[in-house]
């Protein structure tokens, strides 16, 4: 990709119309950042540390930690380290690798929701079955399949948006590297390219978003069916908060890349959200609405108290 460009490093110009606010913003999202961390590896640890979690509801969720850890470190490190002052430039190699990762993250986080869709449907539409269907085998079959994917989108956004030569302005107007803020600094036409990450990105978000619906709408059709009113709360108490985490996800991809002309301001502030705020709030869904979570952190921290006690 170097031997294409003449460009050596881009300039990142941060979130548009926060000049001033460098200090505060970077306090406000070190917090995020850390609570995002530790809450994700809290959850991570207390599915581990159980034996009752061992279950393939919870090795999904525990992978969802994991990549929730994963997700906002390709962004959120960089963004810190120019609002404390230091430099805003990010090489050529280093933008391709940020916008490849964050691909990368981020379908096969959208496909693991999927993933879990199925799972819900399968633990509610066919709960005696359930263990017989969700195999250790196809567990990690699906979740292989979700990389898969992943790396197949990232793979081919990646190519097009740095297959373009790139030897005028270097001043990326976002706070990382992503293809609607890099493409404009092009200095081929790369109409090509907008249309292929338009319809990569939107139309796997919203093949991902339908199953999901799918799944969905079986479950709500299980649960009316159940007759008690103790047995459609406890059903819907499973899933509330994986609907709750899609909603998160799934809408400020949408508005993003399907948006005819970007707003770098709206950009900013959905990124954001979609980068820092939605990764912390899945670990506060997930610990605070489980109820078998929950134990098993109280249980880690009894340890961990026990164990500074002694």
């Known amino acids: 990709m170097g031997n294409r460009s003449l460009l050596n490093e881009f300039i990142l110009l941060g979130i548009p119309q926060t000049e001033g606010l460098e200090t505060v913003l970077l306090i406000i999202f070190s917090f995020?950042?850390?609570?995002?961390?530790?809450?994700?590896?809290?959850?991570?640890?207390?599915?581990?540390?159980?034996?009752?979690?061992?279950?393939?509801?919870?090795?999904?969720?525990?992978?969802?930690?994991?990549?929730?850890?994963?997700?906002?470190?390709?962004?959120?490190?960089?963004?810190?380290?120019?609002?404390?002052?230091?430099?805003?430039?990010?090489?050529?190699?280093?933008?391709?690798?940020?916008?490849?990762?964050?691909?990368?993250?981020?379908?096969?986080?959208?496909?693991?929701?999927?993933?879990?869709?199925?799972?819900?449907?399968?633990?509610?539409?066919?709960?005696?079955?359930?263990?017989?269907?969700?195999?250790?085998?196809?567990?990690?079959?699906l979740v292989m399949v979700a990389l898969l994917v992943g790396c197949l989108q990232a793979t081919t956004l990646t190519s097009f948006t740095f297959h373009l030569t790139y030897c005028g302005p270097n001043q990326v107007d976002h706070f990382f590297c992503d293809i609607p803020a890099i493409l404009p600094l092009a200095c081929t036409d790369s109409s090509l390219a907008k249309r292929v990450g338009s319809i990569n990105v939107g139309l796997l978000a919203l093949v991902l978003l339908f199953s999901v619906c799918v799944s969905y709408a079986h479950i709500?059709?299980?649960?009316?069916?159940?007759?008690?009113?103790?047995?459609?709360?406890?059903?819907?108490?499973?899933?509330?908060?994986?609907?709750?985490?899609?909603?998160?996800?799934?809408?400020?991809?949408?508005?993003?890349?399907?948006?005819?002309?970007?707003?770098?301001?709206?950009?900013?502030?959905v990124q954001i959200l979609n980068n820092i705020v939605s990764p912390m709030l899945n670990s506060l869904i997930y610990s605070l609405r489980n109820k078998e979570v929950k134990r098993s952190l109280e249980r880690v921290f009894q340890i961990a108290v026990f164990s500074v006690q002694e």
């Not at 929701?113 to 819900?120: G, H, T």
Request: net charge positive; with cysteine.
């Open 32 to 141: 995020i950042y850390l609570f995002t961390l530790l809450g994700n590896l809290l959850i991570f640890t207390a599915i581990i540390s159980s034996s009752t979690l061992h279950t393939p509801m919870y090795f999904f969720l525990g992978l969802l930690s994991i990549f929730d850890m994963l997700f906002p470190s390709v962004t959120c490190p960089k963004m810190l380290i120019y609002l404390s002052g230091l430099s805003r430039a990010i090489s050529y190699k280093g933008c391709a690798a940020q916008l490849f990762f964050y691909h990368l993250l981020g379908s096969t986080e959208g496909c693991l929701y999927s993933v879990m869709a199925y799972d819900r449907y399968v633990a509610i539409c066919h709960p005696l079955r359930y263990m017989l269907i969700m195999k250790p085998g196809l567990c990690v079959g």
């Open 220 to 269: 709500g059709i299980a649960i009316l069916r159940i007759r008690s009113a103790e047995g459609r709360r406890k059903a819907f108490s499973t899933c509330s908060a994986h609907l709750t985490a899609i909603l998160c996800a799934y809408g400020p991809v949408i508005i993003i890349y399907l948006q005819r002309t970007p707003n770098p301001l709206l950009g900013a502030v």
